[in-house]
């Protein structure tokens, strides 16, 4: 599907902030960034999973869709995003890990960008924790271009994890309805087996 809007700058002008979308942010005093760029009702539960897996430790950036529907128009396509907020916290950060929803059916998390010893430890730490994940290189997903926001970070190499919607079913109950929506047992064992991941690798940055 083409985006409605091809720049921030046209979205701008005809949505209204903090009414038809919100952006997050929780700066720190780290060189890892965890974004979700497509959150709220965009892609449902990924602006939560990232929100959990940056924690304390690294910093967190989310925009939110809030419309009661019609959410799928706020996307605009990761190689095109240029929210000023997010563009700074993608380009003052080492690497940069992009959190999305797939609206695949499957379980099967397909790992994309351009870091490529990262995607692997990501991948292992899944498959070892009972999830299924892949590095993908699938069009659309491959989240390969410079200009993809999680690679225009300052190592040009980031991660981009599409989390198919048949998994975020399973990490959320009420996936689609915000104020109902209810964090699950597994959301939490996929959140801690990212994190750990991150933090192991942490001290490589």
């Known amino acids: 599907m083409t985006d409605k809007y091809k720049n921030f700058a046209e979205l701008e002008q005809s949505e209204t902030a903090d009414e038809d979308y919100t952006i997050l942010y929780r700066g720190l005093d780290s060189r890892l960034a965890v974004m979700a760029p497509h959150g709220g009702g965009i892609e449902p539960g990924t602006s939560?999973?990232?929100?959990?897996?940056?924690?304390?430790?690294?910093?967190?950036?989310?925009?939110?869709?809030?419309?009661?529907?019609?959410?799928?128009?706020?996307?605009?396509?990761?190689?095109?995003?240029?929210?000023?907020l997010g563009v700074k916290t993608s380009r003052t950060a080492r690497i940069v890990i992009s959190i999305h929803g797939s609206k695949d059916r499957t379980q099967t998390?397909?790992?994309?960008?351009?870091?490529?010893?990262?995607?692997?430890?990501?991948?292992?730490?899944?498959?070892?924790s009972g999830f299924h994940a892949e590095l993908t290189d699938l069009p659309g997903l491959r989240g390969m271009s410079p200009e993809n926001i999680c690679n225009r970070c300052t190592s040009g190499k980031g991660v981009q994890l599409e989390i198919p919607r048949g998994l975020r079913e399973k990490l959320f109950d009420q996936l689609d309805h915000r104020f109902l929506r209810r964090k699950t047992i597994r959301f939490y064992q996929f959140?801690?087996?990212l994190r750990e991941a991150l933090l192991n690798f942490k001290g490589r940055l």
């Open 48 to 84: 939560d999973i990232a929100d959990a897996l940056a924690g304390g430790e690294f910093t967190f950036y989310a925009f939110k869709g809030l419309k009661k529907t019609g959410n799928k128009t706020l996307h605009i396509s990761s190689n095109a995003f240029d929210e000023a």
């Open 109 to 128: 998390v397909q790992i994309g960008g351009r870091h490529q010893e990262l995607k692997q430890k990501i991948r292992e730490a899944l498959n070892a």
């Open 191 to 193: 959140v801690d087996t």
